[in-house]
């Protein structure tokens, strides 16, 4: 049975940083690809960022870019997502995702294409 379980969320002022971490049980997600997610309250869930395992490629969405880092430790099979200068928008729950295929393009950021999924983790960024 596979399971993705988030954890590094919390309570950080505006300009700080955060590392979440998403711990994969169940198959190797090594060559997979992963994605985080984030869901603010009264919005849809919107694409973070991904990573393609097979190849390294990574993709963020135009508000986390140059910000928000996305990366793999495959000895631990977690994939993290550090977040720097975070903003109060970036406030919502984090959701990390990951596919059975190893297809990556062309719908990465979309969430319909993810098949597991972890519970969350809230983070919030006060001003």
């Known amino acids: 049975q596979v399971q993705l379980v988030e954890s590094g969320g919390g309570l950080v002022q505006a300009g700080g940083s955060l590392r979440l971490s998403c711990a994969a049980s169940?198959?190797?997600?090594?060559?997979?690809?992963m994605g985080w997610f984030r869901q603010a309250p009264g919005k849809e869930r919107e694409f973070v960022a991904a990573?393609?395992?097979?190849?390294?490629?990574?993709s963020y969405a135009d508000s986390v870019k140059a910000r928000f880092t996305i990366s793999r430790d495959n000895a631990k099979n977690t994939v993290d997502l550090q977040m720097n200068s975070l903003k109060p928008e970036d406030t919502a729950v984090y959701y990390c995702a990951a596919r059975r295929s190893f297809d990556y393009y062309p719908n990465y950021a979309e969430d319909s294409s993810y098949d597991y999924w972890g519970q969350g983790t809230q983070v919030t960024v006060s001003s």
């Open positions: 169940g198959r190797t997600f090594s060559s997979a690809v």
């Open positions: 990573l393609r395992g097979s190849s390294g490629t990574t």
